[in-house]
């Protein structure tokens, strides 16, 4: 017998995610209400939410909280089409019997190649010279003559052995670079070699990486895990990029830093996001700030809710979930 499921986001993300293709495989794997998608669990009537075996969400539904679940006795599975699920289901799931996926691994493929064009073109500080290109001729000649523009070599630090970190790592085979380093407290030192880096405590990548990508999750211990202290390690003329969370970094001493000209900066995500007009971090020549968009986006997003489709077959299947998260991860993940 196919689950009853139920499909809870913002109705931009459902129209974005779920085309005919789409549509057309979940209705074989499910029994499906009317309507299909709601923006949020309080929207459900009663009946239908007691009968719901599987709900899958995704970007723009509210928190699931202790009521919702209550009233959901036969629910079983939750499966996100999307990245983190910290601030979507509650701390006790898992002991209710509910199973979580998330589509955290696909997600992570665009942030990926956003990260190595950032780094590819941090190798040759390729945006801030366009920026001065803007307001000055500059041309091959003042390019040669600067003898550190270069992809070569370069010592690449990775703050974060997550799932895109170890995807970034994947994809830095590509480059010639020079040593990869790795901080984060709770990598495996093998399974960091076996990607291609090195793992070593957070002050010792600082102070060795000409360009530094930051992939650690926010948590209370990760809020400003680079601070002044932690730029000043970092070389003269390093760039930071930052795809993860704008809260890692102290957005007051990352701006001392880049006005300084010390340091350059290309940062997806910021703090507070967006930043507001005329904000100083703005003006920066060295400083490139894109609006969120490392993330899955366009057709992109179609990944996530063929990976949550993959998920309900196997849960019909009876097979294990990709993407499960289990408790322990999730103090850990984003």
Known sequence: MRPRVLLAMDPATFALQFGPEELTRLAGLATLGDPIVVSGLDAVDPARLAETEVLITSWGCPPITAAQLNAAPRLRTVLHAAGSVRSLVPPDLHDRGVQ????????????????????????????????????QPVGWQNSFATRTLSNLGRTIGIVGFSTIGRKVLDLLRVLDTGSVLVADPFADPDL???????????????????????????????????????????????????????????????LAECASGRLDAILDVTDPE????????????????????????????????????????????????????TPEASELSA
Not at 124 to 132: D, E, I
Not at 211 to 216: E, F, G, K, P, V
Not at 291 to 307: D, I, K, Y
């Open 192 to 254: 960091v070699r076996a990607a291609g880096a090195e793992l070593l405590p957070l002050p010792e990548v600082l102070g060795r990486a000409e360009i530094l990508s930051l992939h650690a999750p926010l948590l209370p211990s990760t809020h400003h895990l680079i601070g002044g202290a932690e730029l000043a390690l970092l070389p003269d003329g390093a760039t930071l990029i930052n795809t993860a969370r704008g809260g890692i970094v102290d957005s007051a001493a990352l």
């Open 100 to 135: 979580v996926a998330t589509a955290a691994t696909m997600n992570a493929v665009p942030v990926a190649e956003y990260t190595l064009a950032a780094i590819i073109l941090a190798g040759k500080r390729v945006l801030p010279l366009a920026q001065v290109g803007r307001e």
């Open 274 to 325: 967006p930043l507001p007009a005329g904000h100083p971090l703005l003006a920066l020549p060295n400083v490139t700030v894109t609006p969120h968009l490392a993330g899955s986006l366009g057709s992109e997003t179609r990944r996530l809710s063929h990976f949550a489709l993959d998920g309900l077959a196997a849960y019909v299947a009876g097979e294990p979930l990709p993407g499960a998260v």
